[in-house]
């Protein structure tokens, strides 16, 4: 899998937009919002991310840098993402050490990035929240009745069947 275009594929779902820079060895995939701006770098290994993300993140910085001083308030939230595939067990710590750095940028570092997955799962972080309330199997009416204890039985009965708007605002609005 190639985390390059995997990453771009993901943060294109998020609603970014992505672009590589090509003036970097391996090249860096750049990501804007309306209020975040990133660059991912892909490193060949954990040894590799560790010497030298922070003359990556320099050399990507000050090429774009005349843009992120344009930027106003979003020049705040600059992320560097900094991965690499390799298994990296005994470095893995380091690795994710670095995020706990904020000079000059935000910063997500992982090892072991191998799969889609565990693209989407290192960029959740720079993505729309996401809540999927299951409600399948779930009775609304009843779900409905053991949450509204404040709400007189009668509004709640009308509201629940087939009575207007209007006549359950009468009910609502009368005194019990």
């Known amino acids: 899998m190639d985390i390059s275009t995997q990453s771009e594929v993901v943060l294109r779902e998020a609603g970014y937009e992505t672009w590589p820079w090509t003036g970097a060895s391996p090249p860096v995939i750049c990501f804007e919002s309306a209020t975040v701006v990133g660059f991912v770098h892909v490193f060949g290994s954990a040894n590799e991310l560790l010497g030298t993300w922070e003359t990556a993140q320099q050399r990507v910085l000050a090429r774009h840098?005349?843009?992120?001083?344009?930027?106003?308030?979003?020049?705040?939230n600059v992320y560097s993402v900094f991965l690499t595939s390799?298994?990296?067990?005994?470095?893995q710590h380091r690795v994710e050490k670095l995020e706990e750095n904020f000079a000059l940028t935000r910063k997500i570092a992982r090892t072991a990035i191998q799969t889609p997955e565990?693209?989407?799962?290192?960029?959740?972080?720079?993505?729309?929240?996401?809540?999927?309330?299951?409600?399948?199997?779930?009775?609304?009416?009843?779900?409905?009745?053991?949450?509204?204890?404040?709400?007189?039985?009668?509004?709640?009965?009308?509201?629940?069947?087939?009575?207007?708007?209007?006549?359950?605002?009468?009910?609502?609005?009368?005194?019990?």
């Open 65 to 76: 840098a005349p843009a992120l001083r344009a930027a106003g308030a979003k020049a705040w």
């Open 118 to 176: 565990d693209v989407t799962n290192v960029l959740m972080p720079l993505g729309p929240i996401k809540a999927q309330p299951l409600l399948e199997n779930a009775d609304i009416a009843e779900r409905l009745r053991a949450r509204a204890k404040d709400v007189p039985v009668e509004a709640l009965n009308a509201f629940l069947g087939d009575l207007q708007p209007e006549d359950v605002a009468e009910i609502l609005g009368s005194p019990t």
């Open 86 to 91: 390799e298994l990296a067990p005994t470095l």
